[in-house]
């Protein structure tokens, strides 16, 4: 079965700072990587996605996101970040096999401290 | 678009209520997803449906639960009888399907159970 994981709980970070999350998933075959947005007292909602091609995403707000197959890792990057930016990051994993059955990582908790 | 809508935003009950979220998706969508989060848990998916017919349960708890689409626009999760760790936020999800589908996510519905 698939899963992910999100080593990182919380990040505490000044604004200007560079931004990175962790995301690894387990699943050998083809797989479909996402990363998901939670403001505060809102609803989820897509930053990025890969499925195909350039390995390195452009999402929304300046985010990004690099697919290393041998690494099994999908991370999140911003190079600079504002306090907007405050908000918990879910990547989420869904393979070929699981149909659209999305799995989500434990989420990290981002504060950016203006 | 009004995106998902998902009604009550709050519910408060005593122990042993029944309790019934309501979730209306997209216009057009017909992927739609009931999915739990908790701090402890984090976003755990309960049940997905394709077309309105449930295609995975596997993550509903167990028999109190229950969840039915009797048409493309609408769809109900039932908790009879409510128990106070059911206590989380419920979000309800929908898309077009496919697994490489963007889900799109209501503002959830906060469940407290006294």
């Known amino acids: 079965a698939q899963s992910v994981s999100q080593h990182n709980h919380h990040v505490i970070l000044s604004e200007a700072a560079s931004l990175e999350l962790g995301c690894n998933y387990s699943?050998?075959?083809?797989?479909?990587l996402f990363w998901y947005v939670q403001y505060p007292g809102q609803h989820l909602q897509l930053l990025l996605k890969?499925?195909?091609?350039?390995?390195l995403v452009k999402g929304i707000k300046g985010f990004e996101a690099e697919f290393i197959k041998s690494k099994f890792s999908f991370n999140l990057r911003k190079p600079s970040v504002q306090w907007s930016d405050t908000a918990e990051y879910f990547c989420?994993?869904?393979?070929?096999?699981?149909?659209?059955?999305?799995?989500f990582g434990g989420g990290t908790r981002v504060l950016v401290k203006p | 678009d009004a995106g998902v809508i998902q009604s009550p935003r709050h519910e408060v009950t005593e122990m042993g209520q029944e309790v019934t979220l309501r979730c209306k998706p997209i216009?057009?969508?017909?992927?739609l997803f009931w999915y739990r989060q908790t701090m402890m848990r984090g976003l755990e998916l309960l049940i997905y449906f394709n077309n309105n017919v449930p295609i995975d349960d596997s993550g509903m708890p167990e028999d109190r639960f229950s969840a039915k689409m009797p048409n493309a626009s609408f769809s109900t999760l039932k908790i009879q009888p409510s128990e106070p760790r059911d206590s989380a936020v419920y979000f309800c999800?929908?898309?077009?399907?496919?697994?490489?589908?963007?889900?799109?996510f209501g503002p959830g519905t906060r469940l407290t159970v006294l």
């Open positions: 890969y499925f195909s091609g350039d390995p």
């Open positions: 999800a929908s898309g077009t399907g496919g697994p490489t589908d963007t889900q799109y």
């Open positions: 989420a994993v869904n393979t070929v096999a699981a149909g659209n059955k999305l799995t």
């Open positions: 699943y050998g075959g083809t797989v479909n």
């Open positions: 216009s057009g969508h017909n992927s």
